[in-house]
T-cell receptor, first 111, second 115 residues
Framework: QKEVEQDPGPLSVPEGAIVSLNCTYS??????FMWYRQYSRKGPELLMY????GNKEDGRFTAQVDKSSKYISLFIRDSQPSDSATYLC???????????FGTGTSLTVIP | DAGVTQSPTHLIKTRGQQVTLRCSPI?????VSWYQQVLGQGPQFIFQ???????GRGNFPDRFSARQFPNYSSELNVNALLLGDSALYLC??????????????FGAGTRLSVL
C-alpha cells in the first residue's frame, strides 16, 4: 500500500465550478500537509500548508485535514482556466525530513 | 529574490553514462532535497542535505549520490544511467526549521532523458 493515495483524474470542470481534490494516507505519524500546483514541465508551486486537523482558507483555496479519517482535501472556489494544472498533495511527519507525495490530480477548467 | 535554480534544464544521455545535476537554494535556506518525478507520478524523495550533512535518503540505489557545498548549493550525481532514470529531477530548498516543519520550495527541475 502506498503511503499517500490520490486519484489521478483527469478532472474536467466548467469555469466557475467548485473543485474538490482529495488524498488519503496510511501513516498516522504525518503531521504536516501541503498542496502543490504543478504546471506542465514546471516545478511544483506551494499552494497551501497546514498542520494537523482543521481547515485553512487562502483566497479561493481551502485546505481541509481530517486526521481521524486520514483524509485531506483541497477546495477551489470559482475555478478559473488558469487553475488548469496538476495538483499534488504532500505530507510529512515530526521526525522525518522526507515529503511523501501523491501521484497528482490533473485538472482542466474549461472556459 | 531568486527562487531555487537548477541547471541544466534539459539533458540527454545514453545508457551507462554519468550525469551531474546542480541546484542553488533560495538565499538563506540551508537545506536542499532532491526528488525524482517520473512522468505521471508524484515526486519521489532521493536525498536531503542540511549544513553539508546527509539528513535523509530515499529508496534509491547507490548509483545515486549527492553532496552539498559550503554555499549550500548541491549536486546530484547518477552513475551507470539506465533507461528508467529518465525523469524530471527536482531540487527543493527549505528554511532551517528542521524536521517535518520544513516547507519545501521547488525549482523548475532538470529533465533527464536516457536513450
Amino acid at each position: 500500500q502506498k503511503e499517500v493515495e490520490q486519484d489521478p483524474g483527469p478532472l474536467s470542470v466548467p469555469e466557475g465550478a467548485i473543485v474538490s481534490l482529495n488524498c488519503t494516507y496510511s501513516n498516522s505519524a504525518f503531521q504536516y500537509f501541503m498542496w502543490y500546483r504543478q504546471y506542465s514541465r514546471k516545478g511544483p508551486e506551494l499552494l497551501m500548508y497546514t498542520y494537523s486537523s482543521g481547515n485553512k482558507e487562502d483566497g479561493r483555496f481551502t485546505a481541509q485535514v481530517d486526521k481521524s479519517s486520514k483524509y485531506i482535501s483541497l477546495f477551489i472556489r470559482d475555478s478559473q482556466p488558469s487553475d488548469s494544472a496538476t495538483y499534488l498533495c504532500a505530507m510529512s511527519g515530526n521526525t522525518g525530513n522526507q515529503f511523501y507525495f501523491g501521484t497528482g490530480t490533473s485538472l482542466t477548467v474549461i472556459p | 529574490d531568486a527562487g531555487v535554480t537548477q541547471s541544466p534544464t534539459h539533458l540527454i544521455k545514453t545508457r551507462g553514462q554519468q550525469v551531474t545535476l546542480r541546484c542553488s537554494p533560495i538565499s538563506g535556506h540551508k537545506s536542499v532535497s532532491w526528488y525524482q518525478q517520473v512522468l505521471g507520478q508524484g515526486p519521489q524523495f532521493i536525498f536531503q542535505y542540511y549544513e553539508k550533512e546527509e539528513r535523509g535518503r530515499g529508496n534509491f540505489p547507490d548509483r545515486f549520490s549527492a553532496r552539498q557545498f559550503p554555499n549550500y548549493s548541491s549536486e546530484l550525481n547518477v552513475n551507470a544511467l539506465l533507461l528508467g532514470d529518465s525523469a524530471l529531477y527536482l531540487c527543493a530548498s527549505s528554511s532551517p526549521a528542521g524536521g517535518g516543519r520544513d516547507i519545501q520550495y521547488f525549482g523548475a527541475g532538470t529533465r533527464l532523458s536516457v536513450l
